[in-house]
């Protein structure tokens, strides 16, 4: 059952897009947890493009290089405004453990450990996010079919286990840098990422 209903919507001018985007609040959240549904674009066919993205402070506004999250936001945000899409924005910092948390396993990451090690070294499940929520979201709004743009098959397994059937997956760009190659292996190596890394 969804009990999840759309709390409000408002449209927000984003870029130089012509369409604003609308941005989407839900009652039956926990109330600690504001996440957000945004439709970009043209209105899509009936298999519209989502993208399931967890938030990532220092990626996502910072630009950090040590992960690959802002831009596979960017590159999501800049298909979806001009095909038409949903990207569903959870509020589930590093994995789910939060900000300060994530900081304290970047310093043991510093020290040789993975993303994932590091994690369990505090004591927190190696990805504690939970992206059901997505499926309840993507119901409130209408949506129950979608071309899931991602990497992670813990996403596509998550919608259809929850009712969203998946058409088809859209694997997002490869953004190597210098500082996140251990973190994309260990990524493709322990959680089945489909990243093209270059030997």
């Known amino acids: 059952m969804n009990n999840l209903s759309v709390r409000n919507q408002v449209n927000i001018p ?3 897009s012509s369409v604003p985007g609308t941005f989407y ?17 043209p209105d899509s066919e009936r298999s519209p493009l989502v993208r ?10 910072f630009n950090s290089q040590r992960c690959d999250c ?14 038409g899409g ?8 590093g994995r789910g453990i939060g900000l ?7 310093r043991l990451q510093d020290g040789g450990m993975d993303t994932f090690e590091a994690n369990s070294h505090l004591n927190f499940p190696e990805d504690g ?34 009712g969203i059937a998946v058409d088809s997956i859209i694997p997002t760009g490869v953004f190597l840098t210098r500082h996140n190659g ?8 322990k959680k089945n990422h489909v990243i093209d890394l270059v030997k």
């Open 14 to 16: 984003l870029n130089d």
């Open 25 to 41: 609040s839900f009652s039956g959240l926990d109330a600690a947890q504001e996440h957000i549904l945004i439709k970009l674009g």
């Open 70 to 83: 802002g831009p596979q936001l960017s590159e999501s945000i800049n298909r979806m405004q001009e095909e």
């Open 182 to 189: 251990h973190y994309l292996q260990a990524k493709k190596d």
């Open 129 to 162: 996010r939970d992206f059901s929520m997505a499926a309840k979201m993507l119901k409130a709004v209408g949506v129950h079919h979608c071309s899931l743009i991602t990497n992670n098959p813990d996403k596509v397994q998550a919608l259809r286990d929850n």
């Open 86 to 93: 949903y990207l569903i924005y959870l509020r589930q910092e």
């Open 52 to 61: 399931i993205h967890s938030e990532c402070l220092t990626g996502d506004v």
């Open 100 to 106: 300060y948390a994530k900081l304290d396993a970047y």
